[in-house]
Each structure stands twice: as structure tokens, then as C-alpha cells.
């Protein structure tokens, strides 16, 4: 990927200066792409937001159905060597560490099992000797063995590490860029192997290339100009699209929340920026998964649910482990805002007329899958 | 004669036949499939869950009676996943049938000739009734049937998209060549296309996306029903031929019969 590739200068123009005409053109697009989302980013979208999201939630039923799929997040691990002014785990952070133990790991396994999860998400800080490619490995064969889909959102790898993961069982990976302004990038990530803007931003097509099949984009809104960053981040999720044509790509929709550093949003986004965010996407991207966590309020997801937003994590844990009650304790890496148990968020679901949809995936499919046109 | 789908060596009364994704709830899931009236149901096998029975798609349908369980390998990327799901999923269901789905791209989730074939010809030695889901291309559909595929089930138009018969004129050409059922799949919208569908001589459509988005699946069901028995009846009776001119009940040339010789 080139700078070039992210070259966003003219939308930019077009996010800022479109009108209600346009809007509408838009919104109803037989053949979205960048030129609508840039408009459907504007200040006049955000006028007509009802219609945004009618549209996002027609496409959603169509494509997804009246479902959404369930995930819930594990941490592996706390230690990170990265200073990331935004994260409750930076090094320089005074917190409670742990790494999990292959005994924990199962326990968390089995309790999440009993609430019913068959999609994980494996986390960990950034890259360490003793929390490095091998841990990230273990873990998910570890969890493989028990879950249907495993996930893991780590560190940024060499392609040879992603296909090790995905031969060990890993389905999809997530790395957030977090910003894709470099001299924001290089602002909040001072030290540390995250501190490469560059080796990051190759991560998920290196990710691709490894044979993971898919992989989850997203920017961490408030660290940056919003329009901007999502505005590259289409255009990354587009150009992965083109290149790997048999790799998926879903987009994440975190918004900073508070952490232990007590850092706040340089750039805050509201929840109606962010729902016009999450439209603005459905809408020109019909047919990725897009997802919110527990960051956001029981309100926003409620209302958000399958009107775009087509995945969700739920009963979610920031602390390393924090299903099973015999792993040793840990800090969260940030405050989460949805606290609803497995039954009472899929209770909501259900009477919003969304079938919650925990096994979406069969480990009879767990391969890698290594086309890609790598001629590009 | 009663009119039968014969797929293998079953025959079925109803050509219509249901998907079970995206469905908001399993009650109504089953609803339209009751309203239906459908026999051949496809399952994913990814959506089997034996743990937790409330987010299983399979144990459900065990309430219907009379209804055949095509397992699906959709999520299969090649063709050494889908025999694997295709084994897996007749050691669960014990259905004969398999639903052969292989589609390598998860957002427009178009199926792979190459791979498709491939465990075709796998699947069919393994005893299978295989209902390959593939693009609407007749040469393809005609290689499917000699490695012995029960059906073959072209698409309409891109799973979902509600573009109804986008392939229209490829699938003409299918259906006029296809020694086996042509099982029309896939991106149709309105009860009206599973009509014409069945009115130009197709053997059974599949429904899912038209029916589960619709905002009262059981009705959307029924109309599909209703449309597949009309088009159906539609063919047998015999239409007659599209003219370009206006052709009168009274010949114009009447008048000519009376000259004597």
C-alpha cells in the first residue's frame, strides 16, 4: 500500500461540501463507492440521517438478514512494551498485569462456552519476548479446540506468523490502524514496535496473504480528524477488497473511552457522527460486516442494531480473562458501557425482531485459503 | 400422472423449495415454511449448533413434518472444505441431499466453477444427490450433469441482491439443454420471477433472502407457492407463442376461401 493509495484529498472536499441534491442521489445509489460515501459523510447527510439510516437498514436485512452475529472478546494478556497515549495498557501505565496460563485460557473457555459463545476474539498488548507470535499461537489452537471461530486482534505480524495462526486456527485477524494521519500516528504511539505507521498499515494485507480469511479494519475515532481517517479507511478496505479477492474485510466502529492514562478525544465524535459513520459505510459497502462493541451505551446499540451494524460483541471483559473466576485478576484496558448479560442483550435482540446468531461457522472449514493476485 | 419433481430417486409435489438463513426468529422461520408447503429445505451447515440448542437452525425443523434437510457446505472456499462439510453434514442430517455451495469471495458470495466441479464429481462418487449452486453458465451445467449431479441450480442473480433473473437468457438456454431439473437459484425478489421461471420450463425455484426480508415471511411464502404452482400449471397447459405482430381471430384473408376454382 502507498501513501497515494490513501490520497483522499478530493473527497475530503466533497465530505465537507455536499448538498441535499447530492445526498439524495447518494443515498439511493444502484453502484455505491468512495464518491457517495464522501458524500454521505457530509453535513448535509448529517441532515437527513432518517434516511441514511432507512437505507443502511434495508441493505442490512438484505444482506445479512434480520440476524446479528455475536462475539465476545478474550484477552490473552496485559503486557505491552508500546506507548500508546490513548491505551489503559501502555507500558508507562501503573496497572495490574497478567498473561494467561494454559489452565486459565481453558478455564475462560469453558465459561464462555456456558454462556453460549462460539466466536472468540483473542487479544493481547503489543509484541513481547514472553507475550510474542508463539503465545498468540498456542492461545489459538488452544481456543480452537473448544470454539468453532477463533479470532485474534494482535500485534501486527510477518505474513509467514499469519499463516501460522491461521494453520492453527485462526479465522480472521483485527488491527485497527488506529489513525491513518502519520504525524497523528506518530504522536500518540512514541515508542515501541506499534510506533511503525507503515509495517502496521501493511499488517492486514499481510494478514490476506497469509491465508487468514478475513480481516477487520477500523480507526479509533477521537484520536484524529474523523472525516479523514474514515475516509482512508474505505479507501483501505477497498483496495484489500480488490486485491485479495477471496479475503473479507469488516469494519469496526471504537470510539475512545476512559482508560486508566485519563487521555481524552482530541477529536470528539458524537454519537450522531458516529451513527452517520456507521450508515455512511453500509450504505456504500453493502455487503461487509460491520461491528460495534461494548464500548457504546445499551441505547446506541439497541438503536443500531441491524440498522447497519451487522455484528456485536456481547457480555464483554477488558481484564485479561475475566469469565472465569479462578484467573488471577488484571486491569481492563478501558471501560466498557453495555454491562447486559448474554440472555438480557439477546432478549433485546429478540424483541427488535433480530435472531441473535451465535455459531455462524463451522471448523470444517478451518484452512487457509492462499489465492491472492499477488501480481498487483 | 401426478406431476413430480424427481430429484435422485425421491420425488417431490412442491417446486419450491426454502432456505433458512436470515430469518429474525426461529417461529418464523418455520411459519414460512409451513406456508410454503415446501419439502426440500436447505440448511448451513454453519449454523448447526449442538450445544446450545436455541441458536441451532437444524433441530427446529424436526417440528415439520415432511420435509427432506439439504445440508448446504456454504462457507466452503474450495472444493476439499465442501466435501468435508458435505460429509459432515450427512453424518448429522443423514439427508442424501447436499446443497453444493462454494463461494471463495464472502461479500458477493459467487460460486466457483472450478471448484464446484471438482467436488462434484468427488461428492457424486460418494454416493450423493448433488444440487450444485452455480453461476447461470450452460456449458458448466451441462459438464455437472455428466459427472452426474441429480439438479443443477443456476443462479438468477447474486444471493440476496434481489436483482430477480439478471442471468434471464443464459438460463434459457439451461433449462432448454438440461437432461437433469434445472433448480433456479438465487437472487429472485418477486413471486412474479418464480413464475417466469416456471412458465419457460424451469423445474423449481429456491427462496430465501425474498421471503425472510420480506415483512411478513409466512404471506411472502405463500405468494411464492402460489406463484411456482401458477407458472408451473402456466407451462403445462402450454402458452402460446410471442408474436411480434398482431395476429386477428378473424384472418384478414378470410374473405379469399370463397373463390371457386
Known amino acids: 500500500m502507498t501513501p497515494l493509495d490513501l490520497d483522499v484529498f478530493q473527497w475530503l472536499n466533497l465530505a465537507r461540501r455536499a448538498g441535499r441534491d447530492m445526498v439524495r442521489q447518494a443515498v439511493a445509489a444502484a453502484d455505491p463507492g468512495i464518491r457517495e460515501f464522501a458524500i454521505l459523510l457530509s453535513p448535509a447527510a448529517g441532515a437527513e440521517l432518517e434516511a441514511l439510516a432507512a437505507r443502511a437498514q434495508a441493505l442490512t436485512r438484505r444482506h445479512f438478514g434480520r440476524t446479528i452475529a455475536l462475539y465476545a472478546p478474550l484477552y490473552l494478556s496485559n503486557y505491552c512494551p508500546t506507548k500508546c497515549t490513548y491505551c489503559g495498557f501502555a507500558s508507562d501505565r501503573r496497572i495490574q498485569r497478567h498473561k494467561l496460563t494454559p489452565a486459565e485460557l481453558d478455564s475462560e473457555s469453558a465459561a464462555l462456552k456456558r454462556l453460549g459463545i462460539e466466536e472468540v476474539l483473542l487479544l493481547t498488548g503489543d509484541r513481547l519476548v514472553s507475550a510474542g507470535y508463539e503465545f498468540v499461537r498456542d492461545g489459538v489452537a488452544r481456543a480452537a479446540s473448544r470454539f468453532h471461530n477463533v479470532s485474534a486482534e494482535v500485534f501486527a505480524m510477518t505474513a509467514a506468523e499469519y499463516e501460522g495462526l491461521a494453520a492453527a486456527g485462526c479465522t480472521a485477524v483485527t488491527l485497527y490502524q488506529e489513525t491513518y494521519d502519520p504525524a497523528r500516528y506518530a504522536l500518540l504511539h512514541e515508542s515501541g514496535p506499534k510506533a511503525d505507521y507503515g509495517w502496521r498499515l501493511d499488517a492486514p494485507a499481510r494478514a490476506l496473504e497469509g491465508g487468514l480469511r478475513s480481516v477487520g479494519l477500523g480507526v479509533l475515532l477521537g484520536l484524529s480528524e474523523p472525516l479523514e481517517d474514515v475516509l482512508r479507511l474505505f479507501r483501505h478496505a477497498a483496495w484489500l477488497r480488490r486485491r485479495f479477492w477471496c479475503g473479507g474485510v469488516a469494519i469496526s466502529f471504537p470510539r475512545v473511552r476512559p482508560q486508566s492514562g485519563d487521555y481524552a478525544a482530541d477529536f470528539p465524535v458524537s454519537e450522531r457522527q458516529l451513527a452517520q459513520i456507521v450508515f455512511a459505510f453500509r450504505i456504500a459497502m453493502p455487503d461487509v460486516t460491520l461491528v460495534l462493541s461494548t464500548r457504546e451505551s445499551p441505547r446506541f446499540r439497541d438503536g443500531i442494531a441491524g440498522v447497519g451494524i451487522s455484528k456485536m460483541s456481547v457480555a464483554s471483559r477488558t481484564t485479561v480473562g475475566g469469565y472465569a473466576e479462578s484467573t488471577a485478576p488484571s486491569s481492563p484496558q478501558f471501560e466498557i458501557d453495555d454491562h447486559r448479560t448474554v440472555d438480557e442483550f439477546c432478549a433485546m435482540l429478540r424483541a427488535k425482531g433480530l435472531q441473535p446468531v451465535f455459531k455462524n461457522w463451522d471448523a470444517v472449514y478451518r484452512q487457509p485459503c492462499l489465492t491472492s493476485s499477488a501480481s498487483i | ?261
Open chain 2, 1 to 261: 400422472m401426478e406431476d413430480g419433481l424427481r430429484l435422485g430417486d425421491r420425488v417431490f409435489r412442491s417446486r419450491l423449495l426454502l432456505g433458512t438463513g436470515k430469518f429474525a426468529s426461529v417461529e418464523t422461520m418455520l411459519a414460512a415454511i409451513r406456508a410454503s408447503g415446501a419439502e426440500l429445505v436447505t440448511v448451513a451447515l454453519r449454523r448447526f449448533n449442538r450445544e446450545r440448542p436455541d441458536d441451532d437452525i437444524c433441530g427446529p425443523l424436526a417440528a415439520i413434518e415432511g420435509i427432506t434437510l439439504v445440508p448446504n457446505t456454504s462457507g466452503a472456499m474450495n472444493a476439499r472444505e465442501a466435501v468435508r462439510a458435505a460429509l459432515l453434514g450427512r453424518e448429522i442430517t443423514g439427508s442424501p441431499f447436499v446443497k453444493l455451495e462454494i463461494h471463495p469471495n464472502p461479500h458477493h458470495l459467487l460460486p466457483d466453477p472450478i471448484e464446484t466441479y471438482e467436488a462434484a464429481v468427488s461428492l457424486v462418487k460418494e454416493g450423493f444427490f448433488v444440487l450444485p449452486y452455480i453461476s447461470a453458465d450452460p456449458v458448466l451445467a451441462r459438464r455437472l450433469e455428466d459427472v452426474g449431479c441429480a439438479a443443477v441450480m443456476p443462479l438468477g442473480s447474486a444471493i440476496g441482491s434481489g436483482q430477480g433473473l439478471a442471468t434471464l437468457s443464459m438460463l434459457q438456454v439451461i433449462v432448454r439443454d438440461a437432461g437433469v431439473p434445472v433448480i433456479v437459484d438465487a437472487g429472485l425478489r418477486a413471486p412474479s420471477e418464480a413464475a417466469a421461471v416456471m412458465e419457460m420450463g424451469g423445474d423449481a425455484v429456491l427462496v430465501n433472502s425474498a421471503i425472510a426480508a420480506a415483512e411478513d415471511p409466512a404471506l411472502m411464502a405463500e405468494a411464492f407457492a402460489a406463484a411456482v404452482k401458477a407458472g408451473r400449471q402456466a407451462r403445462m397447459a402450454g402458452l402460446m407463442p410471442r408474436s411480434e405482430t398482431a395476429v386477428a381471430t378473424s384472418p384478414l384473408t378470410a374473405f379469399l376461401a370463397g373463390e371457386g376454382s
